[in-house]
């Protein structure tokens, strides 16, 4: 229990000083005067005063925020004040509030190639071809066709690898059709079969097993061009797969019952925490990248949304009215709630099972 609090609190306080260090660090390069920096919310743990700005530790390390001058609509500020956000042209508000996602995409690409010269644990069983070793009873794949001794090369066009791939590209699937293709005695077969959810292990599943090895996992370190060029394509891949993810979600392709809340997040973090080091950094770095990405949806409360604000100032010559914004901010703030009720209700069922 100590372990995952312990690990939750350093890899999220990291996120977020890293975040909110951006939006602070091109706030004071425009000019614009600083009164918080805070990590975390509620009470005041500890903090200290530099120049103009008060850094603190609140209690609830939940988020992070930063305080700029002028930045509240209901801050009465001189319209002559150079150092007031609210006074900065849009382009320059655009880039203070797009600098924090984009230090959470930096702090990824930088992570993730140290992961690779610490060195990861290299699974060949899941990089070997899918080699169907049987076909359960009654299952989607069963009922498409599928059969013992069969080898997945293909899912909606994507093609597969190995295991790794297959099993991502099923959870990517959800509950909709997918088209197999499938090798038998050295011809294709095209099948199409639908995921089904299994609530006892929390994913979706087709029904196919491969073959059972015992093969001890290779522990593999990378040099430095080596393991340089692994992170950025590992990032590149976990980007992709992040804007999948959320396209499905959008268009209800996938269940919110995939996801995973700060229940989730804690746990998992324990467990890469006594994997070792690399395993840390590794999920450290692609929650990174996955908050660099969402904040830059276009949600309000999320900086995405404040820069759809600034877009329709722009195209309109004058901000949106403060009513406006602030039904709109309303919005966001009850759906982003709804989901992290869900999402965290979802994690407590998946550690209860």
């Known amino acids: 229990m100590i372990t995952s609090i312990l690990a939750f609190v350093v890899a999220f306080g990291l996120l977020v000083l890293v975040h909110e260090f951006g939006h602070f660090w091109v706030a004071r390069r425009n000019g614009v005067h600083v009164e918080k920096f805070s990590i975390g919310f509620g009470p005041k743990l500890w903090g200290f005063q530099w120049k103009e700005t008060a850094f603190v530790v609140s209690l609830l390390p939940l988020g992070g925020y930063v305080k700029m001058k002028g930045e509240s609509d209901e801050d009465e500020i001189d319209p002559n004040d150079r150092s007031a956000f609210s006074n900065k042209p849009i382009a320059r508000r655009s880039r203070i509030v ?66 790794n791939v297959l ?41 196919i097993q491969g073959k059972t090895i015992q093969t001890p996992v290779e522990f593999k370190k990378y040099g430095f061009v080596e393991g340089l060029a692994a992170g950025v394509r590992t990032n590149w891949e976990n980007t992709l797969l992040t804007l999948r993810v959320l396209q499905k979600l959008v268009t209800f392709q996938l269940s919110y019952k995939t996801l995973g809340g700060p229940v989730q997040i804690a746990y998992t ?38 820069l759809v604000f600034y877009l329709i100032e722009a195209i309109r010559r004058k901000p949106l009215s403060l009513k406006a914004r602030t039904v709109a901010q309303q919005v966001g703030l009850v759906l982003l709630i709804t989901l992290i009720v869900f999402v965290t209700w979802n994690d407590i069922e998946k550690l209860v099972r």
């Open 167 to 207: 099993i991502r590209e099923i959870q990517l699937a959800g509950n909709q059709n997918i088209h197999v293709t499938v090798e038998r005695k050295e011809n294709p077969i095209q099948l199409t079969l639908q995921p089904e959810w299994d609530e006892a292990q929390g994913r979706y599943l087709i029904g």
């Open 98 to 163: 797009v600098a924090g996602p984009i230090m959470n995409l930096v702090l990824s690409f930088v992570l993730m190639p140290v992961v690779f010269w610490l060195g990861r644990p290299d699974p060949a069983l899941l990089n070997q071809p899918a080699v169907l070793e049987a076909v359960l009873p009654g299952s989607p794949a069963e009922r498409a066709g599928l059969q013992a001794g069969d080898t997945v090369i293909k899912i909606n066009q994507e093609a597969i690898s190995g295991w």
């Open 269 to 306: 973090l324990a467990q890469a925490s006594a994997s070792g080091l690399g395993d840390f950094l590794y999920f450290t770095a692609f929650l990174s990248l996955q908050l660099g990405v969402l904040n830059l949806l276009p949600i309000p409360v999320l900086d995405g949304g404040h």
